[in-house]
């Protein structure tokens, strides 16, 4: 029995007899899966919350079931590279009857295990431990635990695995180390030759702490208060193209690798290496006047669902190296994606040319508040370009202050992905200035149109391009007309704020219109007061760029487009009904307002969503029908791709979207 990769599975209780269930990057919410008589569970990159995996009762191998590749035929559980949340895991201790044990393996590898809801099986310690556990083949293999109570036979079959935050159960008294919050172990079960020998526990555990490889799972996820959440993977044999909109394919969590446009350009991969870099050799000592700083990092995920952006804290600690003559390192505390690998290497060039040297005798890290997903992309450059500059010259900066923008050695910073979402990301959090790509401005118009004036009035948004400009809205003592221009637009966006909803009667205000023209000739980058005054003239946009308009559609689209590439035509088994008029609804409300070019993509979206609506108005009665229906919804399913395919590899889409 195998589940397609990254479907997800609600409420589903299975038990396995003679079966053997195989399930690849699926996730399980509120389910069991039970392993009765032969059966196996074999779970790779899996996402499992609420849910319990276990065996049943007590009973006896009968026939054998070829499983390939596994060490026998009897009942077994594997879970490989999987996230565990709330839970519970069991396995019976086995049977004795007719002469004959079960046979059985459970083994969790590379899994990350949340608590405090979450339970590991029950191993009895008695005076069969060790041969239970041989015979079963029990074993936790370079895990991850977090807020978990554990016992000592848990410990006992542990290899190279973390411990995070546990506390011991059981009399578990390893873990009991003051101040050790995380603890590597390699933990060995050390023969014991009576039951009141086992029940001493902690005199036969060997611990040592070792360098260890990769421990815990790779699967991206993010875990916020006891809150763990998963962001699914690009599906294998994605139909992604260059231009393929974000959300006709589910992605990792990291940032969209995308062209200036805002149209992704090409797959997400998962993050690779932690980009580090050093001065060139002989460069002169630039030495640090501050060993920590931090600013705010615009970053955006690419979900089923559409972009989600937000501001992200990202810091940078210098630590003095023992070798403190030699070229100071730079890099990232978690692995990075090749992309913004290279973006640090262009930063750290162009802080040797800004700053006439590079530091000596430190290791430098950059991170990331969330340190649990991937991360890609280039758009972090500037960001980091200010948190260097911060260490050199020792200038603080504003807390209140976000920036997104790819960046070349000369300072100039460059176009990326994803802007209206990371701005509307922002404005939901404490930043009040943010800074932009100016060559991203052509996606303004876009958010105007889509999200009115309000984005606009809630956080002062600059172009900048090129270091200099970011520098002086960062930096926690802008220069003078700077700060003045910024306190005076502030005072405009608290009168804007104080009453959104007569927020377009004051922008025909003679005296707010002056107010706003004034801070524009002040400062020329500042884009709210710029676009604010061109909704206050009337000179709204008619329609959505190209790009906005694909977008746009494919964020409105929600759980539709994911459908269609996990499902086709067993949609209507794999989406709400709510759900489904939801995204219908806003479809047809956003279609008029699309470039005329992508219109034919949002009514192929439509009649899609409208035949699957149709099979669950009117629910098939015979087989012909049902047939009838899904027929007809892998045919609507066909025209979308279709339809997306004529759009994209039409040249002169192409070279307006490249441009």
Same mark, same amino acid.
């Given at each position: 029995?195998?589940?397609?990769?990254?479907?997800?599975?609600?409420?589903?209780?299975?038990?396995?007899?003679?079966?053997?269930?195989?399930?690849?990057?699926?996730?399980?919410?509120?389910?069991?899966?039970?392993?009765?008589?032969?059966?196996?569970?074999?779970?790779?990159? @899996?996402?499992?919350? &609420?849910?319990?995996?276990?065996?049943?009762?007590?009973?006896?191998?009968?026939?054998?079931?070829?499983?390939?590749?596994?060490?026998?035929? #009897? &009942?077994?559980?594997?879970?490989?590279?999987?996230?565990?949340?709330?839970?519970?895991?069991?396995?019976?201790?086995?049977?004795?009857?007719?002469?004959?044990?079960?046979?059985?393996?459970?083994?969790?590898?590379?899994?990350?295990?949340? #608590?405090?809801?979450?339970?590991?099986?029950?191993?009895?310690? &008695?005076?069969?431990?060790?041969?239970?556990?041989?015979?079963?083949?029990?074993?936790?293999?370079?895990?991850?635990?977090?807020?978990?109570?554990?016992?000592?036979?848990?410990?006992?079959?542990?290899?190279? @695995?973390?411990?995070?935050?546990?506390?011991?159960?059981?009399?578990?008294?390893?873990?009991?180390?003051?101040?050790?919050?995380?603890?590597?172990?390699?933990?060995?079960?050390?023969?014991?030759?009576?039951?009141? $020998?086992?029940?001493?526990?902690?005199?036969?555990?060997?611990?040592?702490?070792?360098?260890?490889? %990769?421990? +815990?799972?790779?699967?991206?996820?993010?875990?916020?208060?006891?809150?763990?959440?998963?962001?699914?993977?690009?599906?294998?044999?994605?139909?992604?193209?260059?231009?393929?909109?974000?959300?006709?394919?589910?992605? /990792?969590?990291?940032?969209?690798?995308?062209?200036?446009?805002?149209?992704?350009?090409?797959?997400?991969?998962?993050?690779?290496?932690?980009?580090?870099?050093?001065?060139?050799?002989?460069?002169?000592?630039?030495?640090?006047?501050? %060993?920590?700083?931090?600013?705010?990092?615009?970053? =955006?995920?690419?979900?089923?669902?559409? $972009?989600?952006?937000?501001?992200?804290?990202?810091?940078?600690?210098?630590?003095?190296?023992?070798?403190?003559? +030699?070229?100071?390192?730079?890099?990232?505390?978690?692995?990075?994606?090749?992309?913004?690998?290279?973006?640090?290497?262009?930063?750290?060039?162009?802080?040797?040319?800004?700053?006439?040297?590079?530091?000596?005798?430190?290791?430098?890290? =950059?991170?990331?508040?969330?340190?649990?997903?991937?991360?890609?992309?280039?758009?972090?450059?500037?960001?980091?370009?200010?948190?260097?500059?911060?260490?050199?010259?020792?200038?603080?900066?504003?807390?209140?202050?976000?920036?997104?923008?790819?960046?070349?050695?000369? +300072?100039?910073?460059?176009?990326?992905?994803?802007?209206?979402? !990371?701005?509307?990301?922002?404005?939901? #959090?404490?930043?009040?200035? =943010?800074?932009?790509?100016?060559?991203?401005?052509?996606?303004?118009?876009?958010?105007?149109?889509?999200?009115?004036?309000?984005?606009?009035?809630?956080?002062? =948004?600059?172009?900048?391009?090129?270091?200099?400009?970011?520098?002086?809205?960062?930096?926690?003592?802008?220069? $003078? /007309?700077?700060?003045?221009?910024?306190?005076?637009?502030?005072?405009?966006?608290?009168?804007?704020?104080?009453?959104?909803?007569?927020?377009?009667?004051?922008?025909?205000?003679?005296?707010?219109?002056?107010?706003?023209?004034?801070?524009? %000739?002040?400062?020329?980058?500042?884009?709210?007061?710029?676009?604010?005054?061109?909704?206050?003239?009337?000179?709204?946009?008619?329609?959505?760029?190209?790009?906005?308009?694909?977008?746009?559609?494919?964020?409105?689209?929600?759980?539709?487009?994911?459908?269609?590439?996990?499902? !086709?035509?067993?949609?209507?088994?794999?989406?709400?009904?709510?759900?489904?008029?939801?995204?219908?609804?806003?479809?047809?409300?956003?279609?008029?307002? @699309?470039?005329?070019?992508?219109?034919?993509?949002?009514?192929?979206?439509?009649?899609?969503?409208?035949?699957?609506?149709?099979?669950?108005?009117?629910?098939?009665?015979?087989?012909?029908?049902?047939?009838?229906?899904?027929?007809?919804?892998? #045919?609507?399913?066909?025209?979308?791709?279709?339809?997306?395919?004529?759009?994209?590899?039409?040249? &002169?889409?192409?070279?307006?979207?490249?441009?």
């Amino acid at each position: 029995m195998e589940i397609a990769p990254f479907s997800e599975v609600y409420g589903v209780h299975l038990t396995l007899t003679n079966t053997r269930l195989v399930a690849t990057n699926v996730t399980f919410r509120n389910c069991s899966i039970v392993v009765a008589e032969n059966g196996a569970a074999d779970l790779t990159g @899996c996402f499992l919350e &609420t849910t319990k995996v276990g065996t049943k009762g007590a009973f006896y191998r009968s026939s054998p079931l070829p499983v390939s590749g596994y060490p026998h035929s #009897g &009942t077994w559980i594997l879970l490989k590279d999987c996230i565990l949340s709330e839970t519970e895991l069991s396995y019976l201790r086995p049977a004795t009857g007719n002469g004959t044990n079960l046979e059985g393996t459970f083994q969790l590898e590379q899994c990350t295990v949340y #608590g405090p809801s979450s339970t590991l099986p029950d191993v009895p310690l &008695t005076d069969s431990f060790r041969e239970y556990v041989k015979h079963n083949e029990l074993k936790l293999k370079a895990c991850k635990f977090t807020d978990l109570v554990l016992d000592t036979a848990m410990l006992a079959i542990s290899e190279d @695995c973390i411990f995070e935050n546990c506390r011991p159960g059981d009399g578990a008294k390893a873990l009991s180390i003051p101040g050790v919050e995380t603890l590597p172990v390699s933990a060995k079960f050390i023969p014991a030759t009576s039951a009141g $020998e086992v029940a001493a526990k902690y005199p036969q555990l060997r611990f040592t702490s070792s360098s260890l490889g %990769k421990v +815990g799972s790779s699967v991206a996820h993010t875990a916020t208060q006891g809150v763990v959440k998963l962001v699914n993977q690009p599906p294998a044999g994605s139909l992604r193209e260059n231009f393929l909109p974000t959300a006709l394919v589910q992605t /990792t969590p990291q940032e969209s690798r995308t062209n200036p446009t805002g149209t992704p350009n090409e797959p997400a991969k998962e993050a690779e290496f932690t980009g580090s870099t050093t001065g060139t050799m002989g460069a002169p000592d630039s030495g640090l006047k501050l %060993k920590q700083t931090a600013v705010n990092g615009l970053l =955006i995920m690419s979900l089923a669902s559409g $972009e989600a952006g937000s501001a992200a804290r990202m810091s940078a600690i210098a630590l003095p190296e023992a070798d403190n003559a +030699g070229n100071s390192t730079l890099r990232f505390n978690q692995p990075v994606g090749p992309m913004m690998g290279k973006a640090l290497e262009e930063v750290t060039k162009f802080t040797q040319l800004n700053s006439n040297g590079w530091p000596k005798g430190h290791a430098i890290e =950059i991170s990331f508040a969330d340190k649990y997903s991937n991360k890609d992309g280039p758009s972090a450059a500037v960001a980091c370009a200010l948190l260097l500059h911060s260490l050199i010259s020792g200038k603080e900066l504003d807390p209140n202050f976000a920036v997104t923008g790819d960046m070349n050695a000369d +300072g100039s910073v460059q176009p990326i992905g994803g802007v209206a979402a !990371k701005i509307r990301g922002a404005t939901k #959090g404490q930043c009040k200035l =943010i800074g932009i790509p100016v060559r991203n401005e052509s996606s303004l118009p876009d958010l105007l149109l889509m999200d009115g004036p309000t984005p606009f009035a809630s956080i002062q =948004i600059f172009g900048i391009g090129e270091f200099k400009q970011a520098e002086a809205l960062a930096l926690a003592q802008k220069p $003078e /007309t700077t700060q003045a221009a910024i306190a005076e637009m502030n005072q405009v966006q608290e009168l804007l704020m104080r009453s959104p909803a007569q927020m377009g009667s004051w922008l025909r205000n003679q005296h707010v219109i002056a107010k706003l023209q004034q801070v524009l %000739k002040n400062a020329p980058n500042n884009l709210s007061a710029k676009y604010l005054l061109m909704y206050a003239s009337g000179k709204l946009p008619q329609t959505l760029s190209l790009a906005g308009s694909i977008v746009a559609i494919d964020n409105s689209a929600g759980d539709l487009i994911s459908t269609i590439k996990t499902s !086709k035509g067993d949609a209507f088994n794999n989406i709400g009904k709510s759900s489904l008029g939801s995204s219908l609804t806003r479809l047809q409300g956003l279609r008029a307002r @699309c470039d005329a070019r992508a219109r034919p993509y949002a009514d192929a979206i439509i009649n899609f969503g409208t035949a699957v609506k149709e099979a669950m108005d009117r629910p098939a009665q015979t087989g012909p029908r049902a047939m009838e229906y899904r027929v007809k919804i892998r #045919g609507a399913a066909s025209s979308v791709e279709s339809e997306l395919s004529r759009l994209l590899n039409d040249p &002169t889409v192409r070279e307006e979207l490249e441009g």
